[in-house]
């Protein structure tokens, strides 16, 4: 037998030891993703990750094994998700919709509309509001749950990008950091405690003393401002006018975006979501 097929059998039964190890983090995994996303694509795309792993292992490095392959899985499993529209074609299309009429009544009654005033509008039952929410929310914040290993700028991106692709990337995470700590008290707190500690939305509500249903319009309020706060610093094209853009709201918008870019500006620094996502790592 040859060193080179040796080597290779090692290799694989190193793999086969740890097939449980796939099975946990896509179980991890589609825990935090909608539902229609495919289990066995992930598990695919762990697989082969834990094979190329086990071929690319070497013991005197000394990282254990479980470790090294474990980050190797994961990063395999972002990148199969990066290429998945984690919304289903009715929720985008649904999500559309509810934007659309909460931008009408912001408008007619000068402050942001509730859930209820949106279900009503539309004829459909608040209940129907708040799982499209619930499904854009958990959509629209993958990355995010899901880089909370390694620490949020230190996530591991695909081995297969450039130089420009890997700085992009952690430019936009440093971005997320800064943008999600400079969010009003509230705002951040749903984000942080939703998303991050994954507590149930029942524990929030009671800690700031609100309904469910608030907390799920803050959480979605909050998701919009992140969005648009990276694509003000990123790609303004993509961010859309206020619908009163003389507005007290308008006026609070733009100074949330102003006060994310001048954080981003003098660099990174210690604390807060940062310091609390390294700890986990």
């Known amino acids: 037998m040859s060193q080179t097929t040796a080597s290779y ?47 690319a292992f070497e013991a005197d490095r000394g990282v254990p094994f479980v470790r090294y392959a474990a980050t190797r899985i994961r990063g395999a ?23 659309s009429t909460r931008a009408q009544l912001a408008v007619a009654l000068g402050r942001s509309a509730s859930n209820a005033e949106v279900a009503s509008a539309l004829g459909i039952p608040i209940a129907e509001v708040e799982g499209n929410d619930e499904d854009i929310a958990r959509a629209n914040v993958l990355s995010l749950q899901g880089t909370t290993e390694a620490g949020l700028v230190d996530t ?17 995470l440093q971005y997320l950091v800064e943008a999600i700590d400079e969010l009003p008290d509230r705002l951040r707190v749903v984000v942080t405690e939703y998303f991050l500690a994954e507590r149930p939305m029942a524990e929030i509500a009671a800690e700031l003393d609100v ?46 975006f ?8 003098a660099g990174p620094q210690r604390g807060g979501l940062k310091q609390r996502l390294d700890a986990t790592g």
């Open 9 to 55: 059998e090692a290799a694989d039964a190193l793999a086969v030891e740890n097939i449980a190890l796939v099975g946990h983090i896509v179980r991890e995994t589609m825990s935090r993703v909608p539902s229609h996303v495919n289990r066995e694509d992930l598990s695919s795309a762990g697989m082969m990750a834990l094979v190329k792993a086990s071929r």
């Open 77 to 99: 499993i972002l990148d199969e998700l990066r290429g998945i529209d984690w919304a289903s074609r009715a929720v985008r299309r649904r999500s559309r919709d509810l934007d």
């Open 156 to 172: 591991l991106v695909s081995p297969t990008a450039g130089p420009e692709d890997m700085l992009e990337h952690r430019e936009r």
């Open 211 to 256: 309904s469910e249903s608030r907390v799920s319009q803050i959480r979605a309020e909050a998701l919009v401002l992140l969005r648009d706060a990276l694509n003000t610093a990123l790609d303004p094209a993509l961010v859309a006018p206020h619908p009163r853009p003389e507005g007290c709201a308008a006026r609070r918008r733009d100074g949330y």
């Open 258 to 265: 102003a006060a994310v870019v001048e954080r981003h500006a």
